[in-house]
């Protein structure tokens, strides 16, 4: 049960978190995803920065001294819990010139991103490899994305830092073969993207007319439908609606 569980947040959460850092720090640099965009080979070097500038893991609380130390004028007794702050080390302006710059040419970026020595995290390389090919996707195929909410609201969690959702708008989305489609988020009329709460109680008809309105106004040929309550209203009004309906979950996994 231990290992399972370290599988799933090793493995999962923490990737997940530098693919939306990943992405939101990009779209807060349009100069670097233009650079990314047109320079695909710049791809590895810019998640290394990510992961020096929004780490995922932001320490690791399971580290205790095994003997006497002195760091800086200050003794840590032998047994004591020692917490190593990875995202402190990673700002640290005496190894990193302007470490709160996000620079994706940054040169000797030896970061704590996926800690060090024999604690250096095993799925790191496998980690990179996801990242890489998400970003790479994203950067082919969405055309003209621009965060909605900025900052996203963040889980609260002290060990691993990454937004709850990130919500994008864009132009539309190139598929594998060149070809283009134009897609819409259903919307409230204030423009703001339907929360749960805002959705939970309204009745089919409702969301018919909104898809309904958003194919004509909008002129998309996809209509995505971003969260859960909207989402499983897919399969029920899909055959009253002239475009195809995509679940948020789906378009996300897709992509």
């Known amino acids: ?29 349009p100069g ?22 929004q780490s995922a893991v932001q320490f690791f609380p399971s580290r205790w001294a095994t003997a006497d130390i002195e760091i800086a004028g200050t003794l840590i007794p032998a047994g004591s819990a020692v917490f190593l702050v990875y995202a402190a080390a990673n700002r640290d302006p005496r190894r990193f010139p302007n470490p709160d710059r996000f ?3 940054r040169e000797d970026n030896e970061h704590f991103g996926f800690g060090s020595g024999i604690h250096i995290c095993f799925g790191g390389p496998l980690a990179r490899l996801e990242v890489n090919l998400a970003l790479e996707v994203f950067l082919r ?5 621009k965060l909605v909410v900025d900052p996203p609201p963040y889980r609260q969690n ?13 132009a539309e989305i ?49 209509v995505i439908l971003a969260g859960a309550p909207l989402a499983g209203l897919a399969n029920t009004i899909r055959d009253r609606v002239p475009v195809p309906l995509v679940d948020g979950i789906q378009a996300a996994v897709t992509m």
């Open 1 to 29: 049960a231990a290992n399972a569980q370290l599988l799933l947040v090793a493995g999962h959460d923490s990737t997940v978190n530098t693919i939306t850092n990943s992405v939101m720090t990009l779209l807060r640099n």
């Open 32 to 53: 670097s995803w233009d650079l990314l965009r047109d320079n695909p080979e710049l791809i590895p070097r810019t998640i290394e920065e990510v992961q020096r500038l």
């Open 103 to 105: 620079d994706p040419m």
């Open 141 to 145: 195929r969405v055309r003209k994305p």
């Open 158 to 170: 002290q060990v691993f830092r990454g937004p709850r959702h990130l919500w994008v708008e864009f």
């Open 174 to 222: 190139v598929d594998w073969h060149g070809m283009s489609s134009r897609c819409a988020a259903i919307r409230t009329p204030d423009e703001g993207f339907r929360s749960i709460d805002d959705v939970q109680h309204e009745k089919e008809q409702v969301l018919i007319d909104l898809a309904l309105s958003t194919v004509k106004n909008d002129g998309a040929d996809v």
